[in-house]
């Protein structure tokens, strides 16, 4: 062990590197399903929600974190991508230490959730159903395609937060994009 340190020019660069990827926490979109209903387009989202220890902390020391499932709609040509819709789903998770409980809390509807654990409070937020998406009559009959993320909002970060989450992945919990075709609907 002390051979390969010796051998390493900056073990120091090379600790920190190793302990920023450790404590990544990407999240995944798992799937989504697409359904008609009333001439309108909804979808089912699964996902598997990772926190890091330092956004756990962050919640933890009485911070609310602002998480947003993005959707977009987007006509596939070979030029490039046209936008046809945007729509987001925003939730809230505060932790309440007098009462012991975290609290997911959506701004649309103002329904509250009241969890014991994270892994519950995360559990709520992993899987939304019933989300409309657009009218029928809006998406053309040629190769649309619907782009699905999860994500933290910097919006109601401190400032030395989003500075720390530019510069480093220990805030990194936003999945990739997950990306299915509306072909046949």
Request: net charge positive.
């Given at each position: 062990m002390k051979s390969i340190l010796q051998n390493i020019k900056y073990p120091f660069i090379v600790l920190c590197l190793l302990t920023s990827f450790a404590a990544s926490g990407k999240s995944?979109?798992?799937?989504?399903?697409?359904?008609?209903?009333?001439?309108?387009?909804f979808v089912d989202v699964q996902s598997k929600i990772a926190l890091t220890p330092a956004?756990?902390?962050?919640?933890?020391?009485?911070?609310t974190l602002k998480f947003t499932y993005d959707f977009k709609i987007k006509n596939k040509s070979w030029y490039?991508?046209?936008s046809v819709a945007t729509?987001?789903?925003?939730?809230?998770?505060?932790?309440?230490?007098?009462?012991?409980?975290?609290?997911?809390?959506?701004?649309?509807?103002?329904e509250e959730i009241e969890c014991h654990t994270l892994n519950q409070a995360k559990?709520?937020?992993?899987?939304?159903?019933?989300?409309?998406?657009?009218?029928?009559?809006?998406?053309?009959?040629n190769g649309q395609i619907l782009l699905?993320?999860?994500?933290?909002s910097n919006d109601n970060l401190p400032l030395?937060?989003?500075i720390e989450r530019y510069l480093n992945?220990?805030?990194?919990v936003d999945s990739d994009w997950y990306e299915v075709a509306l072909d046949g609907l």
């Open positions: 995944i979109i798992q799937r989504t399903s697409l359904y008609t209903k009333n001439e309108t387009l956004v756990v902390e962050a919640l933890h020391n009485g911070l490039r991508l046209k729509l987001s789903k925003v939730y809230y998770l505060s932790y309440h230490r007098t009462i012991g409980k975290y609290i997911v809390s959506d701004p649309v509807t103002f559990q709520s937020i992993q899987t939304l159903y019933d989300f409309p998406l657009i009218l029928l009559s809006q998406l053309s009959s699905t993320r999860f994500h933290l030395s937060m989003n992945n220990t805030w990194d």
